[in-house]
């Protein structure tokens, strides 16, 4: 177990590598990728936190992010406050409304909550979609960044900007992986194998489900913030449940409960969706048959994939020492 | 506007039409949810490939009559190709996969769809049977949503003589309420589970076909109808034939009349319908397992 920590911690250093080295090389349009897979690999990490570890399956986890998303643009556009609080306020109001959200759903279990959470964010992305002083189905264009020039940057330029996120990118992760070392993360694991036992060992389950479903809105509302701030245009398809199932699709095919693994995904979909989308009309077509063969193949996606053979790897090794040793 | 029994004649034959429509949909969902607990997302493709099809088939043949016959079966021999290919293998695996290998299959299906018919609307305009308009209360109104709202009704009666007065419909109401118990006795369980997924994608095929003078066909209608299926489903309670039909019915309603009454907020209504039942009523209206 600790070497399997220590393997995916390894994978995510990796993975920081490999992103910093690509930015490094990027061009204006690599960084609006780096950028959007930062975007996406954050909203991906906070539904793992959900889906993954406790177990959670929610198809309305868009709905939070894009909540995010236009208060920040509502703040800063239409009541011109200043992004830095415009960030703070809308992360804190996501995850308000992820705590009255989780008080609800958390009432219903399985298959059913997975329909009520769709529900409730699609009832989002109706609300949006309907009212003008948002934009209705126009969208909200004319969204600032973050003013970081006292400290002499620009977030304004592409790749100053794919770097902030790269960073947060990071500081968000080792954030969860101690959340999730902590006895807080264990009721968590627990709540996910089996919460029927947990209710009997004295653990109030619905309170803790309403927790985790509060932080993990509030993280991806942040996300939303960031994301308004990448596009700076913003359009109700932010919140609708089919975005829910592609960043679904990302922690799936990265590996389920794996932290790095939702980040894995986010890279993987938001290239292979470019490469394919030069190649062919119908890539689609092709992610989706990824996807079910991803999810058929019973191994826990990418980083599933990646454990199996670091395992055959080290039993081989294993062998061959104790081989050598009986020499 | 109210007093107008013109205005309610209309409204009410509206809800109606659309009510029976979802539950062509539903009906075939509903027990594969109930049976097999079966998360199947992929079902609003197959309505959509009904109406593509059925445009094909219209167009060779230049009538409807055909399409109505061949299009439900080609639907059903897709399902049935998906069932052996896909879902058989899925159904120990949990609703979480479930959901993602048949999202996997809209996607599939979608693209796949776009590929045959292209993205226009595919509209049919010769050889529609009752084709013509009626009057009554000092309203017209298309003869054809009728001939819709009838052939929900008899599928309907057909379905509930099948699932009362047949063996399969015994076996299919044993699976349902006791799927352990019911294979102890001797009831094949998967092959009923086969059976009734076939029967589920016919009829899926069924409505699209059906709509298709009605609405004209495109690509992306099986996402859009997909939601409130399974709005319906839910509502209606997993499993059971009654649940689909007052679904639909209180589904139907909903829709058309919070489009009347509140146009922009229909959908919500629905949405907050299906939260409501959900936590006053859990298991549905009529769950076909108490």
Redesign the interface.
Known sequence: MQNLMNFRFALAALTMIAFLVSWSGAGYFGMELLAEIAILGLLAMSLDLLAGYTGLVSLGHAALFGCGAYAFAAFTVLWGWPASLAMAAATLLTGLLSLIVGAVVTRVQGIFFIMITLAIGEMGYEIIFKTRALGGDDGLAGIPRLDLTAIGVDLNDPGAFALFLLLILPVVYLLLRRLLASPYGAILNGLHDNPVRMRALGLPVQRYQISIFAFSGALAGFAGTLSAQHTMFITPQLLHWTTSGEVLIMVILGGLGTLVGPVIGAATVTLLRHELSDLTDYWSLWLGVFLILVVMGGKNGVVGWLEAGWSIVRRGRVKRSSNDASR | MLTDSGFWFVQVLNSLQLSMLLFLLSVGLTVI?GLM?F?DLAHGSLYALGALSGYSIARATGGMWLAYLLAPLCVMLVGALLYVL?ID??RK?G???Q???T??????L???Q??IWGTDQLGVTSGIPFSGSFVMFGETYPTYRLFIICVGLLVFAALFLLLEHTRLGAEVRASVDDPETASCLGVNVERTFFVVFLIGSALAGLAGVVALPAFSAEAGMG?SIL?PT??VV?VGGLGSLKGAFAGSLLIGTTLTFGQVFFP??A??LM??L??AV??IR?SGLFPARG
Not at chain 2, 103 to 108: A, D, E, T
């Open positions: 949810f607990n998360v896909i293998r899925m695996a609703p979480m996969k959901v993602l290998v999202f996997g299959l809209i996607f599939v979608l693209d796949i776009r590929y996402v939601v399974l709005v839910v922009s907020f959908s919500i949405y907050a299906l939260v959900l936590l859990p």
